[in-house]
């Protein structure tokens, strides 16, 4: 069990803010050594655990960095090297959305071989447990050989589901198997999910910038997109969503509360409430998109706002893509009150999801390795994140922006005026880079200077020449 | 090479007709023995192999059964046993679709441990190459560990692509990799090919009775269907269709033109070409579902309506499902000039097909068992068939009516007008026995009488009872 405060909040968290005061104050300056784990421990009364993860929440925040095997220092701050995007709080309409020309190019760049991967949003291979998923896929093929000789028809294995109701109590729900929907990847669950609440014609709320998979469906629905201002640390803007559902018809929202495609926040507990609240009381549904959830940084797994969820309002969405293997798009979703419906929507779109895949991950489960993948998962990429945003601050033109993921592998970058994304896009392409144009990720024209960057591979050479490209392009643009 | 005739017709048809007539105007009676293969050659003057052609076609087709090594004999027609159901040229007007809710309730019987499977429409267990698959199903695990690292982006793996453009020879085609793209099953591909050609409101000209999948996915997209009288052994009454074209803006035409579901015909070449020139004119795509075209019970594999299409307006979809294994869920579909279209929805609706099915189905191709496995298949499920037909008419009240299925595993049953198949249908539940009742194939009330059986399943014990108690039951309406 974790120490906790008597209101309720992590000590470790307590103890942490003591150091981040310091550093804030100027008690503790940058190449400052800060104490010791052991004679901090002694000096605050706690234990070793706890201000061992107090000491990583403040490495994973970027305020200090270990040095080998002699501690940890006060690092230089990411903000005097570059400061995070602006927030938008320009209003706009529901907008038809029309970015699917662009983003079959970008896709088919992407899907190159030879190209630096700063564009497709998911961990390298090797981060990617595919030993242990290969193990199991040789031994079902072996003790199961019928195991494709049926559909598994909705709501799709039972296995698999059992296990992901299991794993629901983490982020604060207690699902039972019954509630769960296979899904080939989130994908699928998010546009079942979409069907089944709102039909052509209807105003969709999103965050804005959002990810571009969930404009392209809205679109292909014949939906419309009602982009609300979205804080790059903590999420859609409430007071903004609440003004927007008095102006226009709104017939869901849709939200990625935690490790948000492209900003990387994670909403607070507060906010997650408030949001659920606010949208139950006008019977709006809402479509969690927990994709990354698993990613977050901190120690402890955030909550969903589907656990804050009383009249089943909430569609919780989430796969399995991101964090076992993109290649098996298995997914998932637990859709409330509209249950009935996703899984009659789910058997006309395409009957069931592959009965392998959806074997080998409830296997996988089942094994209690998840866990453990997750925590070295989790480091490399804070590792990743922390050395590309280092890079992209040194090599980038002044007037960078860059945001702070509080968990997966995505950077928002929000590069000077003057830089078209679009062509930089084009230019990059040619020199073998991927990234993705930030216009993408908005239905009303926003972001033309935005890209967004995949910290899915581990630091190389070659990344670190993307980069320096990257920059002299933009730098190029100011001329 | 086969031996053809100078009009072009296979010499082994032009053969086996000989003794079709000689049967038909009685010079040969049941119980006869027809020539020995050796002997009907000599004096026939064509090859063994093509004598043995011959008699295959003759025995498929119900005139002749073969008798363990003392040859083949004139059999009892099944048309003094059960006859053909009867062709309806009844005109419905478009119909909003409202099967849905008896469908899913049908489905979770079907998907129940211990039930006689007559419901479900796949071949038996025991029937797919799942050995084979399995074994290279670990081989790839072992040879090509990352897989399922990466997202297959549509159009989806080259490799299995390749292979379906070299196969599509077989069925008259002559397609590229390029055109080709991967489907989660052949419903996700009949989904997309709907949504890129027709939108909410729009009519689609269907089979009457069709797929009940198929007027599902009308439903579920906001268009109407309106069904055509189908003549249960030569498929879509064209003259129909055409008229309603004229009543009716229909918007586009699904049709499956080989070994259709439920009623089993195949439509033949001039009138698939009639078809498609008819659409063409007016500018009406054809979204061609060929599920099941290789499971044609003659020895050519029958061509595809797309064969015949010069102008990029028929789509054709495709699947595994039926042939190698239901829960591997790979499909395709070559969407002629809506080829863009079809693979942005394809992505924006599950990203990406599962890798690893889609490899081990590549690799079966590529290794030539395909053929062989096929061959096998087809003469178990006409065998299935013809064992079924036979029970059938021989336990169900007089009145009942079977279709000659020219391929596939599917069997439409008109009971007498006394029975309703729905009420059947839940007696048959209670029995442990699915059937599938036949309003679900329409969207316009009809088959209120009729029932799907499948003959996926060898002829056993444990179905020859099912179907005498089926019989027992239909019989009971009657009083």
């Known amino acids: 069990m974790e120490e906790t405060t008597h209101s309720g909040e992590p000590l470790y968290l307590k103890v942490a803010r003591l150091i981040e005061a310091q550093i804030q104050a100027g008690g503790l300056r940058v190449g400052d050594r800060i104490p010791s784990i052991r004679s901090f421990s002694r000096q605050q009364k706690v234990s070793v655990s706890t201000t061992l993860q107090a000491y990583f929440w403040l490495e994973n925040r970027g305020y200090v960095e270990a040095r080998n095997k002699s501690g940890f220092y006060v690092r230089v701050p990411l903000e005097d090297l570059a400061p995070e995007p602006k927030f938008r709080t320009a209003d706009s309409g529901p907008a038809e959305v029309g970015v699917g020309d662009v983003l079959m190019k970008v896709m088919r760049a992407v899907a190159e071989p030879g190209m630096v991967p700063l564009g497709a949003a998911c961990p390298a291979p090797a981060l990617q447990p595919y030993h242990k998923l290969n193990r199991i896929t040789r031994s079902i093929a072996h003790s199961d050989p019928f ?93 903004a969503l609440e003004s927007s559902i008095k102006k226009h018809r709104v017939k869901a929202c849709i939200a990625m509360t935690n490790c948000q495609n492209p900003l990387g926040y994670i909403m607070g507990d507060e906010k997650k409430k408030a949001l659920v609240d606010l949208l139950a009381r006008r019977q709006i549904p809402l479509i969690e998109d927990d994709l990354s959830g698993d990613l977050a940084f901190d120690l402890e797994r955030p909550k969903v706002a589907k656990a804050f969820d009383r009249n089943g309002m909430v569609l919780l969405c989430s796969s399995f893509s991101k964090v076992l293997a993109p290649g098996f798009r298995v997914g998932w979703v637990e859709a409330g009150r509209y249950r009935k419906e996703v899984e009659r929507l789910k058997f006309l779109t395409t009957i069931a999801t592959p009965s392998l895949p959806q074997l080998v991950v409830a296997n996988f489960l089942e094994s209690g390795g998840y866990d453990r993948h997750l925590r070295s998962l989790r480091l490399a990429l804070n590792d990743q994140i922390q050395a590309m945003s280092k890079a992209i601050a040194k090599y980038f033109p002044s007037g960078t922006r860059l945001t702070r993921p509080a968990g997966g592998y995505l950077l928002w970058v929000e590069l000077p005026k003057s830089v078209n994304a679009l062509k930089l896009f084009r230019q990059a392409i040619a020199e073998k880079i991927t990234i993705i144009p930030g216009g993408l990720f908005s239905a009303s024209g926003h972001y033309q200077s935005h890209i967004r960057i995949s910290c899915g591979y581990p630091w190389s050479d070659q990344i670190d020449r993307a980069l320096v490209t990257l920059g002299k392009l933009c730098e190029e643009f100011a001329r």
């Open 147 to 239: 195991h494709s000789s049926y559909y598994q028809f909705p709501p799709g294995s039972e296995l698999l589901r059992r296990q992901i109701a299991r794993r629901s109590l983490e982020f604060g729900c207690s699902f039972s198997a019954a509630d769960i929907l296979i899904t080939c990847g989130a994908m699928e669950a998010l546009n079942l999910c979409l069907r089944a609440v709102a039909g052509p014609g209807d105003v969709i709320a999103i965050e804005s910038p959002t990810y571009f998979g969930v404009l392209l469906a809205i679109e292909a629905l014949g939906m419309k997109a009602l982009e609300i201002p979205t804080h790059p640390r903590t999420g859609l803007n409430l007071d």
